[in-house]
């Protein structure tokens, strides 16, 4: 096959970008992590100090907003806003309710779908996000809804969140995250579900290594590999 695309949806915490970056280097393609996009844009509203939820603002501000991606040689991508690095930066916790609400605007969407659609033109890509079985790539060879109990995402977030030197109680990781679930399934433009012709996978019961099984089975039963 030549070009194809994976497509792979899902809830805040069900394990997409670490699943989908290991099994983007398994096949030897490229991994695009949408949520990246999103936050670089939240996170300049929350630079600037504009309130996410001004619809009026946001979209005022989107022709100063330059967002660009590249990839180092280790495969990583980069993100750029207005030619500053702030891959490191958008992971902040207070920017995913900032990347949420402006993921709710329409004109955000529309403004960031053409660079995520020339994405997939150029090379074989894993991508996620919460829209691309849906709206993005809905042409997409293989389309993966990954999803997991809610307690269960919050207990690995936690855990991802003291890994990274920035811990957070339990309790709160899961009530951000029924907050996030809510808000990201019920915007009206692009919500978040499983296309029709998604295969669901449910990770719940699953670790890292069965989950990432489970992925490049139904990878290569829908390529027919
Ligand atoms: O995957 P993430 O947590 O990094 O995404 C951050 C936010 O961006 C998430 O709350 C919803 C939004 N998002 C979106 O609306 N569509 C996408 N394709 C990816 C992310």
Redesign the pocket.
Known sequence: MSVYSVAV?GP?GAG??TLSKAVAQELGIVYV???????SI?YYIFKMGIDPKDVGAVVGALPMIRVDMRYSEDGMQHMLLNGEDVTEKIRLPEI?MY??AV??IPAV?DYLLDM?RDMAKRCSVIM?????GTV?LPQAQVKIFLSADVEVRARRRTAELEQRGTPKPYAQVLEEMKE?DW??SH?ET?P?RPAEDAVVVDTTNMDFQQSKEAILQVIGRQLQL
Do not use: E, M, P
């Open positions: 949806d805040s997409k970008s992590d949408t949520g990246a996009i999103y936050r939240g995913s990347a949420s993921s709710a969407r995520q996620d996000g919460r829209d691309i993005v996030r808000a990201d915007r692009a978040l």
